[in-house]
């Protein structure tokens, strides 16, 4: 029984890493408020917009929800913030009312971008920043 617990515990500790970093919550979201992002998007779902509908973007614990685990993910979005996406592929209907994302190679950096898109990755769904 032993010999299982060891890698168990070595498994639980490699997640454990993988969860986001307190530690990087301001950082991440001043960057995010700097760039203009937080204009759409909110961290939990159940925010509201303006005038009470959904938030123009996805809440980001939704966005990590949806990707995780899925290979190319942080590149696939992070060109989507720096490009913008396509409105006829929105897949967030009920969750955001805006229909596509503008492009914003203008208000932040694409390694600024991949850093923000990675700590949204590893935000877990149901846990509060």
Known sequence: MTKMVLPLAAL??????LAADPAQDKPMLDLANHAGCMT???????????????????PWRDVSAKYKGQKGALEQLTQTVMKGSNPYDSHWK?????LAMPPNAAAIKEADARKLVKWILS??????S
């Open 12 to 17: 639980l500790a490699s997640c454990a890493a």
């Open 40 to 58: 759409c998007h909110h961290v939990e779902p159940g925010a509201k917009g303006p005038d009470g509908l959904p938030p123009i973007g996805p």
């Open 94 to 98: 009920g969750k955001a009312s805006g």
């Open 123 to 128: 935000l877990e769904a149901g846990k509060k």
